[in-house]
């Protein structure tokens, strides 16, 4: 049998196996899925019909307002029939360190959600976000956003994220325990210490602050830094550009020290979770809890709560330095999106935090747009707001620092509460790790 016969018989062996194949694949009535990774986009066969191209859009988000964003997507779903957002959840802390597992295994979804500081600067500073620099300029951004949320947006030189909520903290407390002890909204830290003392005299826990992960501590002890250092020399600090062993640090876990040790936080407060204190509040057994804006939508409202009992003040430090801990969110994009990936993400993200669609699912406030109104029934985001443009912020002590450095402090707050440091220890623990961190980095 010569060649060329060969090859023909061959070739028509070989389409009969295929022609076989794919009848029995026709007659099994299963459905397949034929997923493009790369554009993201699925084909499903029924019965040997193609449908139209379908896009998956894959998110991570919080756990905090879990319901409220399953409904988002299930409205965005409905109206566009060919998208499909594959949604992930996790706590903060889960979502913090499922983002870096996903970035060193290439495995990072379409958009996440992510914090300003140095949480988010490490997608752009090694590639894995997308910078929307020019998406920004091309679509107007800057007569969109407030400068202060495109400002923090922006890392390691590249607008690194979508803006979705600006956010200072301060001190929600329970206005009928206040009112019932004859106390004043403490316009000094003098009075804000007084009462303190007047709370836990009568058997209330004054702040119901949880040192499980470390940054709910950290809220109060950073407004102590800012009191005892200064605004100046706190930014230095932030930005690792002065002595942490110096006297204003000492101070600030010295103060923070004293407040434990007085019982001003709940018993067992080092391994509590703040979603667990919190519910001291509910329960009439705290007076107060440092929390930003989404304290009002993602826990009073979310969680039945009466918000007439609830106001807000900010923290009285002194009249030198007295600025609020603040901080972004925003959502980031995969820096491997195509363009026609992108628009599809930027739609889907548009559409969930437009104001429309925040105020109907209560939704995080406030969001960081220039003609932002917010909705009527919030009462405690407007106070918030205006504490926030009255005092200035600083960027939040987690966002800021490294988060080399950021673990080390979390530490030092553990081993102050845990009586293993004293406050100078601390503040020289805190130096050794800045200097370890710069030796490293060089």
Not at 36 to 56: F, L, M, R, V
């Amino acid at each position: 049998m010569n060649n060329k016969l060969r090859k023909i018989l061959a070739c028509v062996v070989m389409m009969t196996l295929i022609v076989t194949i794919m009848a029995g694949c026709g007659n099994t009535g299963t459905q397949t899925q034929n997923d493009t990774s790369d554009t993201g986009t699925t084909n499903e066969q029924e019965d040997g019909t193609q449908s139209d191209a379908k896009t998956t859009i894959s998110f991570m988000t919080l756990t905090s307002n879990q319901d409220a964003i399953s409904s988002v997507i299930k409205e965005y779903e409905q109206q566009n029939p060919n998208v499909k957002i594959k949604v992930s959840f996790n706590s903060t802390d889960d979502q913090k360190k499922n983002l870096k597992i996903a970035a060193s295994s290439k495995t990072l979804p379409d958009i996440w959600r992510n914090w300003g500081g140095s949480l988010g600067s490490y997608y752009p500073e090694n590639g894995l976000s997308y910078d929307l620099t020019e998406y920004a300029k091309a679509h107007n951004w800057g007569d969109k956003f407030m400068p202060a949320a495109l400002e923090l947006a922006t890392l390691d030189g590249q607008l690194a994220g979508y803006p979705f909520v600006i956010n200072a903290l301060g001190m929600f407390y329970r206005k009928d325990i206040f009112e019932k002890y004859n106390m004043a909204i403490p316009q000094t830290f003098d009075d804000f210490e007084k009462a303190l003392a007047t709370l836990k005299s009568n058997g209330i826990t004054p702040i119901s602050t949880a040192g499980k992960y470390g940054w709910h501590v950290m809220r109060i002890w950073e407004e102590l830094l800012e009191m005892y250092c200064g605004s100046e020399t706190h930014d230095k600090l932030l930005t690792l550009d002065a002595d942490w062993s110096q006297e204003g640090v000492v101070k600030s876990f010295a103060k923070l020290k004293e407040w434990i040790d007085k019982g001003y936080f709940p018993e067992g407060y080092l391994t509590a979770d703040p979603n667990d204190t919190k519910l001291l509040l509910y329960q009439d057994k705290a007076a107060m809890d440092i929390e930003g804006p989404w304290f009002e939508t993602n826990s009073l409202i979310a969680d039945g709560q009466d918000v007439s009992k609830y106001g807000f003040f900010k923290m009285p430090l002194t009249a030198e330095a007295n600025r609020m801990s603040a901080f972004i969110e925003m959502i980031q994009f995969n820096a491997d999106l195509s363009d026609e990936k992108l628009d599809q993400c930027m739609n889907f993200v548009e559409f969930m935090y437009s104001p429309e669609t925040v105020e109907k699912y209560q939704l995080q406030q406030p969001l960081p747009y220039k003609d932002n109104k917010l909705p009527d029934n919030l009462v405690l985001v407007p106070q918030v707001v205006d504490s926030m443009n009255e005092y200035g912020t600083f960027t939040i002590t987690d966002q800021a620092l490294p988060q080399e450095v950021v673990n080390k402090l979390f530490e030092a707050l553990d081993s102050i509460g845990l009586a293993k440091m004293t406050s100078e220890q601390a503040a020289q623990f805190m130096q050794q790790a800045v200097e370890e961190y710069k030796n490293s980095n060089n």
